[in-house]
């Protein structure tokens, strides 16, 4: 596979028999960030859960040997799950994480409220829930993760947190990067890839090539506009 750490070839996936995804291909390099970008229902979250096995699919997805995936799932911050009457350490503990190796992830996710894990998951704001959910995902050690549109529900501040943290664990832990966002200026700060999807357009291809006014409204079939952050 030389230096991909993904190849998906003529993925197709069928649900309740409509096909979400038609014979897509493409691939990825070990260290890349990957933005998928799409129209609600154009079957974004349908891939990622394909890629880890949970969906049957016709098609070949072919990881590297040495891969280990972290997924944090779209949808975890609804009320639902934040009134779970849990302290932040006693989530932890449900995964039998050691208090050292919780200590460093802590100080990698840029957590340095001494009080965090003593918090009740419920007055979490969006940006330290998001964080929690990552240090969950690291504390396997994983060299790709696996993001469904992490700032949903998070304030402007704490989107800037959690995205900035993502940039830094691949820059520093050279972890590969899948994420789903609509947040196109995201994409022209963060990505070295992107993948549209839409039912009848899907592309793959540099954010520079991407980002045009044409390409992106044959995805989201409306006019689109995006200021581009200066890195």
Known sequence: MNSNILQVKNLTVELDDEKIID????????????TI?????????????ALLG?????????WSDEVK??????????????NLPLLVEEFFSLKKIKKD??????ILAGIKDKTFLKKKIGNLS???????LLIWA????PNVLLFDEP??????????????????????KKITIFLITHDLNIVSKYSTDVLCMSRDNVCHNRPQEVLLPEMLERIYKAPVKYYQHKH
Do not use: A, H
Not at 23 to 34: A, R, T, V, Y
Not at 126 to 132: I, L, S
Not at 154 to 162: L, N, P, Q
């Open 23 to 34: 014979n897509l291909s493409f691939d990825i390099k070990k260290g890349e960030f990957l």
């Open 37 to 49: 970008l799409g129209p609600n229902g154009s079957g974004k979250t349908v891939l990622l859960k």
């Open 54 to 62: 949970l969906l049957p699919y016709l098609g070949k997805i072919t």
């Open 69 to 82: 995936i972290g997924y944090v799932p779209q949808g975890l911050t609804q009320i639902k799950v934040r």
């Open 101 to 106: 190796e919780i200590s460093k992830l802590l």
């Open 126 to 132: 969006g940006g330290q829930f998001q964080r929690m």
């Open 138 to 141: 690291l504390s396997s050690n």
């Open 151 to 172: 700032t949903t529900g998070v304030d402007i501040s704490g989107e800037e947190t959690v995205y900035n943290l993502l940039y830094n664990l691949r820059e520093e």
